[in-house]
């Protein structure tokens, strides 16, 4: 592997806990000569600790704005509003590539600084799949929440917890009334994991992948009672609920869980709120009579950081082992450099590259 500098950077969502390098793999890195920074971290789910222990050298929160040009910054989620120029390579989950709110701004920022946006989400092998994810434990999450709201045991403010202690409350109990639930995007990596987690609270959902969301039989799917959606559109497709489906008075539909959260994108298939939910209010009712509740969070593996940091570490590390130019990286880079070449003729100074 080339020389490499990679940064760790601190989130600064309050509620993120994940990392996407665990201690275990940071060993791995620093044993292969990777120069490896981690920012000091309290709500990290791995101690800052284990990183010193492991060869990494420990810097403040937030001091990767000053670090050397060099270094690849690596995090999960947004950027600080500041600085307004980024000079450094990033690694994370940008969200700037399909309209979504703030996307444009984002890479201003990068044009602005001369920097690069490799997006996580666009780390892809040959065929285009995804080469390291969370959406198993997102799928997961995503129906745990459905179920214990549907049964009337989420409680808020939701907190990290642990798979075992998750489990035991996703399991029936006595009196549990059996009810109807439909996964839609089932053969996915965010669909196996809501199969998974139903098959744990004993509920055997409907499965729809491709071949029943190219033509819709939308009244099927407003019939079950809970609806979990992990479809990740790439290109426009008629939107799975509509507002006037809220409205059906034949709706059975009364839970509603959007894995994906495409909101504020042309390519959301469920365009029937405008933000999503939090942690401190997970459940946001669409309608009163006949109710819909919906949950939308765009962390859900949060909530179960070490299990979700661990399977992703293990799957990114290889790829930071080869980080360079070419393969996985390359397409990544190429795919933000048309991003910005998108944005006009007044941001094309973009990226070292």
Same mark, same amino acid.
């Given at each position: 592997?080339? &020389? $490499?500098?990679?940064?760790?950077?601190?989130?600064?969502?309050?509620? &993120?806990?994940?990392?996407?390098?665990?201690?275990?793999?940071?060993?791995?890195?620093?044993?292969?000569?990777?120069?490896?920074?981690?920012?000091?971290?309290?709500?990290?789910?791995?101690?800052?600790?284990?990183?010193?222990?492991?060869?990494?050298?420990?810097?403040? @929160?937030?001091?990767?704005?000053?670090?050397?040009?060099?270094?690849?910054?690596?995090?999960?989620? &947004?950027?600080? =509003?500041?600085?307004?120029? $980024?000079?450094?390579?990033?690694?994370?989950?940008?969200?700037?590539?399909?309209?979504?709110?703030?996307?444009?701004?984002?890479?201003?920022?990068?044009?602005?600084?001369?920097?690069?946006?490799?997006?996580?989400?666009?780390?892809?092998?040959?065929?285009?799949?995804?080469?390291?994810?969370?959406?198993?434990?997102?799928?997961?999450?995503?129906?745990?929440?459905?179920?214990?709201?549907?049964?009337?045991?989420?409680?808020? !403010?939701?907190? !990290?917890?642990?798979?075992?202690?998750?489990?035991?409350?996703?399991?029936?109990?006595?009196?549990?009334?059996?009810?109807?639930?439909?996964?839609?995007?089932?053969?996915?990596?965010?669909?196996?994991?809501?199969?998974?987690?139903?098959?744990?609270?004993?509920?055997?959902?409907?499965?729809?992948?491709?071949?029943?969301?190219?033509?819709?039989?939308?009244?099927?799917?407003?019939?079950?009672?809970?609806?979990?959606?992990?479809?990740?559109?790439?290109?426009?497709?008629?939107?799975?609920?509509?507002?006037?489906?809220?409205?059906?008075? @034949?709706?059975?539909?009364?839970?509603?869980?959007?894995?994906?959260?495409?909101?504020?994108?042309?390519?959301?298939?469920?365009?029937?709120? =405008?933000?999503?939910?939090?942690?401190? =209010?997970?459940?946001?009712?669409?309608?009163?009579?006949?109710?819909?509740?919906?949950?939308?969070?765009?962390?859900?593996?949060?909530?179960?950081?070490?299990?979700?940091?661990?399977?992703?570490?293990?799957?990114?590390?290889?790829?930071?082992? =080869?980080?360079?130019?070419?393969?996985?990286?390359?397409?990544?880079?190429?795919?933000?450099?048309?991003?910005?070449? &998108?944005?006009?003729?007044?941001?094309?100074?973009?990226?070292?590259?």
């Amino acid at each position: 592997m080339t &020389e $490499l500098h990679l940064w760790l950077r601190h989130e600064v969502r309050t509620t &993120e806990r994940r990392t996407p390098v665990v201690p275990d793999d940071a060993r791995r890195l620093v044993e292969a000569g990777v120069e490896l920074t981690v920012e000091d971290s309290p709500q990290r789910v791995f101690p800052t600790r284990e990183y010193e222990t492991v060869g990494a050298r420990i810097a403040p @929160a937030g001091s990767w704005v000053s670090a050397p040009s060099e270094a690849v910054v690596l995090g999960l989620k &947004e950027l600080p =509003d500041r600085p307004a120029q $980024l000079r450094h390579r990033h690694v994370f989950f940008g969200h700037a590539y399909k309209q979504q709110p703030g996307a444009v701004d984002l890479l201003r920022r990068f044009a602005a600084g001369g920097g690069a946006l490799l997006d996580l989400e666009y780390l892809v092998d040959d065929d285009g799949r995804r080469l390291a994810a969370f959406g198993f434990w997102a799928g997961y999450l995503g129906a745990a929440l459905a179920v214990l709201q549907h049964r009337g045991r989420l409680t808020a !403010p939701l907190r !990290p917890t642990g798979k075992d202690e998750l489990d035991e409350a996703l399991r029936p109990a006595p009196g549990d009334e059996e009810f109807t639930a439909l996964v839609v995007g089932a053969l996915g990596r965010s669909g196996r994991g809501a199969r998974a987690a139903f098959a744990t609270a004993g509920v055997g959902p409907t499965c729809w992948d491709l071949a029943e969301t190219g033509d819709l039989d939308r009244a099927a799917l407003l019939a079950h009672d809970v609806m979990v959606n992990c479809v990740l559109a790439t290109t426009p497709v008629p939107p799975f609920v509509r507002e006037e489906d809220l409205d059906d008075p @034949a709706r059975r539909l009364r839970t509603l869980s959007d894995v994906t959260c495409d909101v504020g994108s042309p390519l959301n298939v469920l365009p029937v709120y =405008d933000r999503t939910t939090e942690w401190a =209010d997970p459940v946001r009712r669409l309608r009163k009579e006949p109710p819909l509740d919906l949950i939308a969070i765009d962390n859900l593996p949060s909530l179960l950081p070490r299990e979700a940091s661990v399977d992703f570490s293990a799957e990114l590390t290889p790829l930071l082992m =080869d980080f360079g130019t070419a393969g996985p990286w390359g397409r990544s880079l190429d795919r933000f450099h048309r991003a910005c070449r &998108e944005l006009g003729p007044d941001e094309q100074e973009f990226g070292r590259g």
